[in-house]
C-alpha cells in the first residue's frame, strides 16, 4: 500500500491512522499545487482530482476520499478497534461523523478559508461558521474521551487534523476547553505526535 500526502492536510489523518494500525504503508509526499509527487511523477496520472489522500492498495486500484481510505485502513486491522463492526449502529455513527467532518467541516468551512481562489465573502462566510462548528463538536464531545465511541477511531485522526487548521486559522481555541483538552491527549498518542512531527517539518520547509 502506498499513502500519497501533502504536509499538514487533511490526509494527515490517514497517516496518523497507517501508524496507529501498525500498516506496512509507504507515505509519498505530494505538491498538489504543482500536481508531482516529492519521487517525481505526475500525480495526475495516480489520482486524476489531484486531491489528497490517495491511497493505492495492493491490487493497483486508488482510493482517493478521505473516508473511504481511513475506513479502508482501519478495516485492514479490525483488532485495533479503529472503525467499529461493518452492519453495527456504531459503524453508522463513525460513518455519520466522517461525512460531517469532511462536508461540513472540512469542505464547507476550511476549504474557502484556506484556498488561495475563493471570494471574499466566501472567506468571510465561511471564518463565521468556524465557531458555530467548533460549538457543536465542543457540546457533542462532551465530556467523552473521544469523538465516537469509547475508544480512539479514524474519526479522532480526522477531528485532530480540523482542530489543527482552527488553531492555524486563529479560533481561539480557549472558548472550547473540552476540545482543547480532547486535543491535547490526541497529541500525546505516538502515532499522532509521529506523524505530526514528520509532516510538521516537511510543512514548514516547504514553506521557507
Ligand atoms: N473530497 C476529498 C477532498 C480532499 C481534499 O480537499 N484534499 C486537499 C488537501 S486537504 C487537496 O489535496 N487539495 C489540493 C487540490 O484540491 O488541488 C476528501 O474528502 O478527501
Redesign the pocket.
Known sequence: MELYS?PM???LASHITILEAGLPAKVTYVD??AKRTDDGKDFLQIAP?????ALRLDNGEIL????S?LQYLADQKPERGLAPKWGTPARYQLIDALHYI?TEV??GIF?PILTTDAPADAKAEAQAALPKALDYMEKRLGKNQYFVGDTFTVVDAYLFVMLTWAAYVGADMKRWPALVAYYERLRQRPSVAKAFAEEFERFQKRAA
Do not use: F, L
Not at 49 to 53: A, I, L, R, S, T
Not at 64 to 67: I, K, M, P, R, T
Open positions: 501533502s492536510a487533511c490526509s498538489t499545487k482530482n489531484g486531491y489528497v489522500p482517493n476520499e478521505g473516508g481510505v469532511a472540512h469542505k476549504h
